[in-house]
């Protein structure tokens, strides 16, 4: 099974960027293929459920996108390098949060947690002036 770690957060000020990246592993001695999983990345607001942010499938070839991102968010996956990223640009306070990516196996564009299996801890995004 995978193991996904979330790095690239931190705090910025409203109209930077960030460039997260969700580096996946094997667990125990479990194997896996990268490609073989669709990767979705979610927010949650403090104090907030968990909400969808952004979603690529395993082949690369489709994304999907929260209406709350308005074009301002940019994911793609490098599965070379068993990672899957997220560009956010413009930065707003309302993209506060922590940022968790989820891996499900097959080809898939859902933006509803409960259709992941597999979860990151999450890295925190803070938008600040």
């Known amino acids: 099974q995978p193991q996904l770690v979330e790095s690239g957060g931190g705090l910025v000020q409203p109209g930077e960027f960030l460039k997260l990246s969700c580096v996946a592993s094997?667990?125990?001695?479990?194997?896996?293929?990268?490609?073989?999983?669709?990767i979705a990345w979610f927010r949650q607001p403090p104090g907030k459920a968990r909400g969808g942010v952004s979603t690529i499938s395993s082949d690369g070839r489709a994304t999907n996108y929260a209406e709350s991102v308005e074009d301002r968010f940019t994911i793609s996956r490098d599965n070379a390098k068993n990672t899957v990223y997220l560009q956010k640009n413009n930065l707003k306070p309302e993209d506060t949060g922590t940022y968790s990516c989820?891996?499900?196996?097959?080809?898939?564009?859902?933006?509803?947690?409960?259709?992941?299996?597999?979860w990151g801890q999450g890295t925190r995004v803070t938008v600040s002036s």
């Open positions: 094997n667990s125990g001695g479990s194997m896996f293929t990268l490609n073989s999983y669709s």
């Open positions: 989820a891996a499900r196996f097959g080809n898939h564009q859902s933006l509803r947690p409960t259709r992941y299996r597999y």
